[in-house]
Nanobody, 121 residues
Framework: QVQLVESGGGLVQAGGSLRLSCAAS????????MGWFRQAPGKEREFVAT????????FYLESVKGRFTISRNSAKNEVYLQMNSLKPEDTAVYYC??????????????WGQGIQVTVSS
């Protein structure tokens, strides 16, 4: 049974940093992309970042470029999202996902349960 579990969320002041982690289990994901999405209250879920099977292949939402960094440890089946210079508009539930290297959430077959990130002004 595939399971993705996020950790590292919480409350932080604007300008601060958080590091999200996602541990995947149930099978190996070395051939899959691993990504992060988020959903703010009253808004649709949006793509944040993804990393391909080779971790030099990354793609970001324009508004997080230069502030967020996605990385993975394929040996551990883990993906991370380092978030710096956080802004109140980054407040959302963040989800990790595993699937194809894409911005489209329909390309991801497996999802975590989500973790809250709240950035206060």
């Amino acid at each position: 049974q595939v399971q993705l579990v996020e950790s590292g969320g919480g409350l932080v002041q604007a300008g601060g940093s958080l590091r999200l982690s996602c541990a995947a289990s149930g099978r190996t994901f070395t051939r899959d992309a691993m990504g992060w999405f988020r959903q703010a209250p009253g808004k649709e879920r949006e793509f944040v970042a993804t990393v391909g099977r080779r971790d030099f292949l990354t793609f970001y939402l324009e508004s997080v470029k230069g502030r967020f960094t996605i990385s993975r440890n394929s040996a551990k089946n883990e993906v991370y999202l380092q978030m710096n210079s956080l802004k109140p508009e980054d407040t959302a539930v963040y989800y990790c996902a595993v699937g194809n290297f894409s911005r489209a959430d329909t390309q991801y077959a497996y999802w975590g349960q989500g973790i809250q990130v709240t950035v206060s002004s």
